[in-house]
């Protein structure tokens, strides 16, 4: 029976509900009153439950979508400004004891060459990271508990915050580990991380059991559970994903609202970022072997439904996709980006190209990240690299509040352009410092308060004199 107030999976990722949303759209999606009454919901920005986002979803009528992409563009301005936060993926250790079909670490891949860094690797590849511009990361790890238990992705986070280089720090680490308990849920909170991601891969519980054949991760309530003892261990901030491509993206889409729906109910606090990547070829994996992909039109579809349908969450997407398809979605509802991402361990101090036997997937974009953020700001979007919220403590709630209040304008936006700054003066080219310094003083302009304004016009020349690390 479906609710979404338990916390058994099976009972707030209910498949009747599911199926029986689906039909409910497919009944629905080609009637146009009733579409334009599910945009007028999505309009008042309070969201939309997952038989409107499903129904959404499905309809095919291409003024409902000229409208439906029209508003997703204006909830993405109105909640997210035109702030673009960047981050990088720093990949820990290649070790896998679970035999995911879709990904190359899994244990039956012999040829891979498996690769754990030490604490002093992990000290070349974030001075790598630091040279580059980054202040957040998102670490990744193979679930092996002999190879990577929880003391060493511990003392690996601690190392990442220890380094000094230049004037470089990370700033935020976002975690995205296999599941674990409650304890280690804790411990992870108490070792100062961001934001704990774990992606569902597929909620279909046939498919989840198929496509993940042995290992601890074939156990679907365990994994699917997850969000919930992250945040019985104190972690409230925590980021949900489905990998695209693996199972049909109706299915997924509205298991993944169902999903975000439990967490609301339960805690009080829907999930901080929903991250959307797609199953991509990688060493023995083929994705058109899944026979679930999806086109990039119903990509960007996904994308501006969930901005619809959960105003307040981040999204993420990755290098997995091309420049073409991120200029899209960035557009759509998009809010946090990776740049010039390596996908393999050690990938950053070690500058030789990346191979396909090592990589964990092919990446689409592979600029740099001053190219990434020249591009953004040619587009008149800001490159953001504040972490200021979590080190505010505004997680969870406290940070929904924040958007709620509307003051992102004079909170968000003075802090993104004090870090662009920040880039500005440490890391970049000639030519981006240049955009980058017009479209702070653009910028600027549009902070409401006029106290605040001053506060981040005198702390940017401060930035310029040498000082760092301001936040509102
Ligand atoms: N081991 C952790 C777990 O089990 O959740 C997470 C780390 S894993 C390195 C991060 C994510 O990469 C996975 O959750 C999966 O969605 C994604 N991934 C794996 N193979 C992929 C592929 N071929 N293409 C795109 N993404 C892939």
């Known amino acids: 029976m479906y609710n979404p107030q338990s916390l058994r999976a099976e009972e707030f990722i209910d498949h009747d509900e599911i199926m029986s949303t689906l039909e409910f759209a497919d009944k629905h999606c080609g009637d146009a009153a009733f579409i334009d009454g599910i945009l007028d919901k999505a309009r008042l920005r309070k969201g939309l439950d997952h038989r409107e986002a499903a129904t959404l979803l499905s309809c095919t009528l291409p003024e409902k979508t000229a409208a439906l992409y029209a508003l997703a563009e204006q909830i993405k301005k109105d909640f997210y400004g035109n702030r673009i936060v960047l981050f990088a993926p720093l ?41 580059m511009g980054h202040k957040r990361l998102a670490i990744e790890a193979g679930e092996d508990p002999a190879m990577n238990p929880l003391e060493y992705i511990l003392e690996s986070i601690a190392t990442i915050y220890s380094v000094r280089h230049r004037n470089g720090s990370i700033r935020r680490v976002n975690v995205n580990i296999a599941a674990t ?93 929903i991250s959307v990547p797609r199953v991509k070829k990688a060493d023995g994996i083929d994705p058109g072997s899944f026979d679930n992909g999806l086109d990039d039109d119903i990509f960007a579809r ?14 993420i997407i990755s290098t997995r996709e091309s ?3 991120r200029e899209k979605v960035i557009r759509l509802g998009v809010s946090q980006i990776s740049g010039a991402s390596r996908t393999s361990v050690g990938g950053y101090a070690d500058p030789t190209p990346e191979d396909e036997d090592s990589a964990q997937f092919d990446v689409s974009d592979r600029r740099s990240l001053d190219e990434v953020v020249a591009w953004l700001m040619g587009m008149d979007f800001i490159p953001s690299f504040c972490t200021a919220c979590y080190r505010q403590g505004r997680t969870g709630d406290r940070f929904m509040s924040l958007c709620k209040s509307g003051q992102i304008l004079n909170c968000c936006h003075p802090n993104a352009l004090m870090t662009l700054k ?51």
């Not at 040829?111 to 040279?131: C, F, G, N, W, Y």
């Not at 961001?194 to 601890?216: D, V």
């Not at 410092?433 to 605040?452: F, Y």
């Open 91 to 131: 990949y820990l250790s290649n070790y896998c004891v679970n035999s995911c079909l879709y990904c190359p670490y899994h244990r039956q891949n012999r040829h891979m060459p498996r690769k754990k860094l030490s604490q002093e690797d992990i000290v070349a590849e974030v001075t790598a990271l630091q040279d």
């Open 181 to 273: 308990t409650v304890e280690d849920y804790r411990k992870l909170k108490e070792a100062q991380i961001g934001t704990y991601i774990l992606f569902q891969e597929t909620y279909h519980k046939e498919s989840y059991a198929r496509l993940h054949p042995a290992g601890p991760k074939h156990d679907y309530a365990w994994h699917t559970e997850a969000m919930d003892r992250a945040m019985q261990g104190g972690i409230d901030d925590v980021g949900l994903g489905v990998l695209f491509g693996l199972e049909s993206w109706r299915y997924e889409f509205t298991a993944l609202l169902m999903h975000a729906e439990h967490l609301e109910a339960v805690h009080g606090v829907g999930p901080h970022t």
């Open 302 to 315: 996904i994308c501006a439904c969930i901005r619809l349908a959960v105003p307040y969450t981040g999204m």
């Open 323 to 325: 420049q073409a398809v």
């Open 422 to 472: 920040e880039y500005l003066e440490d890391y970049a080219s000639p030519d981006t410092r240049a955009l980058g310094e017009a479209l702070i003083a653009r910028e600027l302009e549009k902070v409401p308060s006029a106290h605040v304004r001053e506060i981040a016009r005198r702390n940017i020349a401060a930035i310029a004199q040498g000082k760092r690390d301001f936040r509102f």
